[in-house]
């Protein structure tokens, strides 16, 4: 309640990106302090054993995670497992640096509960991070946490150019990372969508994979990440291209294009301006396009579920849905540090009535 006040109150009144940049400082600082990082995950971490999770190699304490977005350049990933996230998918990270799209690029839609961002893949570059989870790596810390690692395309790249582009990411990146997850569906970069059509998004797939395990010594688990604007058929052909090609899972679904049925009065959303769409208007589409790759591939990839996703209600219909993992992002910034903690506790309660029930019965 008093976050949500705050929210309401001052950090609404702040430029988002620079409401992130503090809030995200602020994290890091209290992980330095290790009274402060031991009390914050008192605060914030209530491990539950109903809710450990094995899945991609990952012994979790749970199925809720921290989408990609947040922590670009993976910088605060303690900090992020202190507030009760079970995984951070660092990135998105490009084989080269890039200071990403001109600001203002980061927008609100407080009645839809929605973020509209077109960042268009600000990071320091695959060399930089690599060496910052390297680092991470070799001290481990007091309470690790899994970290995935998202993978896009340098802006200056050409399409033709791609796979060696993705591929130079996961050579740097896959020995420090418990999984990568190659981005064809952010908005925001010109033509990127565009390598979702199976015959371009084959040889990225092929090309990051064999660059991947190779650097790793060990078979590193390989995502792809898909629009929820893709039409029903294209996520058929991804589900079966991921199959075909040995892909260990899909992350189902990045932002939206789309701007239909939002409560946010139209000139406020045009005053919002392009990018991806995140937050509750992705729900239903979001579960749509993992019931059906669900039905897909039954069972034999591993399906995280990622948009619209709010409350401990949101995680339990996509893990029966086919969800072996769920992601979050903009439901944490709206409501705040406390949110992880408050999500898995709902998810545990539940688990136990129907426990309760069954015996019951």
């Known amino acids: 309640m008093v976050y949500r006040a705050l929210y309401r109150t001052v950090f609404t009144r702040i430029d988002p990106e620079r409401a992130h940049h503090w809030a995200f400082v602020a994290m890091r600082g209290a992980a330095r302090v290790a009274p402060v990082a031991d009390l914050t995950r008192h605060l914030f971490v209530a491990p539950d054993p109903?809710?450990?999770?094995?899945?991609?190699?990952?012994?979790l304490p749970g199925p809720?995670?921290?989408?990609?977005?947040?922590?670009?350049?993976?910088?605060?990933?303690?900090?992020?497992?202190?507030?009760?996230?079970?995984?951070?998918?660092?990135?998105t990270v490009t084989a080269?640096?890039?200071?990403?799209?001109?600001?203002?690029?980061?927008?609100?839609?407080?009645?839809?509960?929605?973020?509209?961002?077109?960042?268009?893949?600000?990071?320091?570059?695959?060399?930089?991070?690599?060496?910052?989870?390297?680092?991470?790596?070799?001290?481990?810390?007091?309470?690790?946490?899994?970290?995935?690692?998202?993978?896009?395309k340098s802006r200056v790249v050409d399409e033709a150019d791609a796979a060696a582009d993705y591929a130079t990411s996961a050579r740097l990146l896959a020995p420090y990372a418990d999984y990568l997850v190659v981005n064809v569906s952010s908005p925001n970069t010109p033509g990127l969508r565009d390598l979702q059509a199976v015959?371009?998004?084959?040889?990225?797939?092929?090309?990051?994979?064999?660059?991947?395990?190779?650097?790793?010594?060990?078979?590193?688990?390989?995502?792809?990440?898909?629009?929820?604007?893709?039409?029903?058929e294209?996520?058929?052909?991804?589900?079966?291209?991921?199959?075909?090609?040995?892909?260990?899972?899909?992350?189902?679904?990045?932002?939206?294009?789309?701007?239909?049925?939002l409560r946010t009065p139209?000139?406020?959303?045009?005053?919002?301006?392009?990018?991806?769409?995140?937050?509750?208007?992705?729900?239903?589409?979001?579960l749509e396009v993992l019931r059906r790759l669900s039905r897909r591939t039954t069972?034999?990839?591993?399906?995280?579920?990622?948009?619209?996703?709010?409350?401990?209600?949101?995680?339990?219909?996509?893990?029966?849905?086919?969800?072996?993992?769920?992601q979050a992002y903009t439901a944490f910034v709206y409501e705040g540090p406390a949110w992880p903690r408050r999500v898995l506790e709902g998810l545990a309660a539940s688990r136990s009535r129907r426990e309760s029930d069954t015996a019951a019965t």
């Open 96 to 152: 080269l640096a890039q200071p990403g799209n001109p600001r203002p690029r980061l927008a609100r839609l407080t009645q839809d509960r929605a973020i509209v961002n077109r960042m268009g893949f600000n990071n320091s570059g695959a060399e930089a991070v690599a060496r910052r989870l390297r680092q991470l790596r070799a001290v481990p810390p007091r309470h690790p946490v899994a970290i995935g690692v998202n993978i896009g």
């Open 199 to 232: 015959g371009k998004l084959r040889p990225v797939l092929e090309a990051v994979r064999a660059a991947a395990d190779a650097a790793a010594h060990r078979h590193v688990p390989l995502l792809v990440k898909i629009a929820p604007d893709l039409s029903d």
């Open 299 to 326: 069972d034999r990839l591993v399906l995280v579920s990622v948009g619209g996703i709010e409350t401990s209600a949101d995680v339990a219909a996509r893990l029966e849905a086919g969800a072996s993992l769920v």
């Open 266 to 286: 139209p000139a406020e959303v045009e005053a919002a301006g392009g990018g991806g769409l995140s937050g509750a208007p992705l729900k239903e589409r979001s």
């Open 234 to 261: 294209d996520v058929d052909a991804v589900a079966d291209l991921a199959l075909e090609t040995g892909l260990d899972g899909i992350v189902a679904t990045n932002t939206t294009i789309a701007r239909e049925g």
């Open 50 to 59: 109903r809710l450990r999770t094995r899945v991609l190699g990952m012994d």
């Open 64 to 91: 809720l995670g921290l989408a990609a977005g947040f922590d670009k350049d993976g910088l605060g990933v303690e900090a992020l497992g202190n507030l009760g996230f079970c995984f951070v998918e660092v990135g």
